[in-house]
């Protein structure tokens, strides 16, 4: 048998489960591990400039490919609470990370040596498992556990903590025979499938609303699939947005209070049956429930057997994985197409595409300081559908949800639950890192970018590419739109006159000047006119020089954009003009209808 230190084993491990990256920042307390990770090689480790980043990068990379697990590693104390709203954002969407943090000597830990923290008890509510190991012989099998929780069931993060005593320990250990635990997932029977869909059949409006599990599940094909045989119209959720082309024909658009379109609201009201495949009924997406569920039937199918009846109670609910779903409910489906016992629902999907086509609001205007609108009506010309794009929060993602277009899944990569403003840099890296050669479009407004702007010279020193789209109106937007409802507008403006760049007014932080200074390129625009060239220099400058490349639009200081603020579906107020004519929103997926 091996003999070799427990970190080292632990190292052995990660690369047996598949892990080819990691990102961190090395500290005393962890650099065991650290000597383990450059001894073994075959792990190729990113060094960001803030931890919270390191946690934001493996989310980034776990989101971009199936099967990714992104691995964050950082020092005892501090580390392991700064990587905590990573933790809690990824298990909010469900998310695979594994977080390894350094800890005091185990003869210390509850003695206030210098940065021992019980990051075990404070990460507990936020992972599927979070463990300070105090025996070395223990690591490998701590180590089996976290990667066999993180893919079963509803995928999510793990933290380790090792002591560095436990990390130096000696023990006995053979790679060569290691192997993973098998994933459990929940699988749904025929017969459940079958009576989901003779509900289905039963009714006259359905809809399905497809979540992120379905994503997380690799099984956007099949839902197409499904929806493709049946005639069914599909509504993605935030998280679930494009497990089909948004130009499809049975694509009914988003729903929400936010990141929705007119069309996707109007489509839902009329329904009379929802089958939400994946999904965890986000109240962002649903507002008020008794406007959700008024008049309409709902049969929910979610790996999370707890998470069915926990929004709202379900007509039906199937625990299941959305893929061992879905084989089923193809498999179904097909069976009934045959024997032509499936409803024709080709009215229906063309109500929703009339809807699609006139239901638009206006996104060309050529207002100087620029409207937002317009920032994604050029995005939308410039980047294909073979563009990641990556966001967290704000009114610079919720606009840009209601305006860009995503044609694939993983293609837009959004942390949904618990929106971390500076979570768009670091995130966009982790992306970029999985999918070296791919097109990585970042989105964010100033603020979010100013939160864990440090981070672009991770992009900058690891030759990192990708373009960040950041709309600056030198406010905080969103929160600024809530305060309507208070009558007020305080401490939200970021404005200044700033003495070293007296040519931005009161725009304040010279962002370019930044990401120069932190070893990246960047582009300011002021004229709507000039955003189309702005984005092709910044492709051209990003593969020529391998770095992050920052598109400013200057834009007006105050936009509202189109949300409900009763929290209610019906209730989306459009503040701007709407298209009433072709020219109004040329990049629409349909072209206006009037």
């Known amino acids: 048998m091996a003999r070799m230190t427990a970190a080292r084993a632990a190292v052995e491990i ?110 507990k509510p936020v992972t599927k498992m979070a463990v300070t190991v105090l025996e070395a012989a223990q690591v490998p099998g701590v180590f089996q556990q976290a990667f066999h929780l993180m893919r079963s069931g509803r995928p999510g993060p793990v933290l380790i903590d090792l002591p560095i005593d436990v990390q130096m320990t000696e023990i006995e250990f053979d790679p060569e025979t ?82 929705s379109h007119r069309y996707g609201n109007a489509t839902f009201l009329e329904s009379d049956f929802v089958l939400g495949i994946g999904n965890r009924w986000a109240n962002r997406h649903t507002g008020k429930l008794d406007v959700y569920t008024a008049g309409r039937k709902f049969v929910h199918v979610d790996v999370e057997p707890t998470q069915i009846g926990k929004i709202f109670a379900p007509d039906y609910g199937i625990a299941s994985d959305a893929k061992a779903a879905l084989e089923l409910f193809v498999e179904v489906a097909k069976e009934l197409k045959a024997a032509g016992k499936l409803p024709d629902r080709s009215a229906w999907a063309a109500s929703a595409q009339e809807r699609k086509a006139t239901l638009q609001r206006r996104t060309h205007f050529d207002d100087i300081p620029i409207k937002p609108q317009r920032v994604y009506e050029e995005m939308n010309k410039a980047f294909g559908p073979e563009t990641r794009y990556v966001s967290t929060i704000g009114l610079s993602q919720i606009a840009g949800a209601q305006m860009l277009h995503v044609y694939r899944p993983r293609h837009w990569i959004n942390c949904g639950q618990a929106g971390p403003l500076g979570w768009t840099v670091p995130a966009a890296l982790g992306v970029a890192k999985a999918d070296p050669e791919g097109q990585v479009v970042a989105l964010s407004g100033d603020y979010d970018f100013q939160f864990m702007i440090e981070e672009l010279a991770v992009g900058a020193q690891h030759k990192i590419p990708y373009v960040h789209v950041l709309v600056n109106n030198s406010y905080l937007g969103l929160i600024r739109q809530a305060q309507r409802a208070f009558d007020i507008d305080f401490q939200v403006k970021l404005e200044f ?41 910044a492709k051209k400058l990003a593969a020529e020089h391998r770095v992050p490349v920052v598109v400013e639009a200057i834009l007006e200081r105050v936009t509202n954009i189109s949300m409900s603020g009763t929290n209610d579906i019906s209730n989306v107020v459009e503040f701007e003009e709407l298209a009433t004519e072709p020219g109004h929103a040329p990049t629409a997926v349909k072209t206006l209808k009037v």
């Open 14 to 123: 990660l690369k047996r489960e598949g892990v080819t990256d990691a990102f961190g920042v090395p500290g005393a307390a962890i650099n065991p591990f650290y000597a383990a990770l450059k001894a073994s090689g075959g792990i190729t480790h990113t060094l960001a400039r803030h931890v919270e980043g390191a946690s934001h990068m493996a989310e980034g990379y776990t989101r971009t490919h199936p099967g990714n697990i992104g691995v964050c590693i950082g020092t005892s104390g501090p580390a392991g609470t700064d990587m905590i709203t990573g933790l809690y954002s990824a298990t909010g969407d469900s998310i695979p990370i594994l977080c390894i943090t350094g800890q005091a000597p185990t003869a210390v830990i509850h003695k206030e040596d210098f940065q021992a923290v019980d990051i075990a008890s404070i990460a």
């Open 178 to 259: 290691y192997e993973p635990l098998p994933v459990y997932k929940p699988a749904a029977t025929r017969a459940q499938v079958e009576k989901a869909i003779g509900m289905l059949n039963a009714s006259e409006r359905p809809l399905i609303v497809a979540g992120g599990g379905v994503i997380n599940a690799d099984a956007a094909g099949l839902l197409v699939e499904f929806a493709e045989l049946t005639g069914t119209p599909v509504v993605p959720t935030l998280m679930g947005w494009g497990v089909l082309p948004d130009d499809h024909e049975l694509n009914a658009g988003m729903v929400g209070l936010q990141t």
């Open 497 to 537: 006159e700033n003495i070293n760049s007296p040519e931005l007014g009161v725009y304040g932080v010279d962002h370019v000047k930044v990401a120069e200074g932190l070893g990246c390129k960047a582009i300011r625009v002021t004229d709507p006119n000039e955003l189309g060239a702005a984005f092709e220099q």
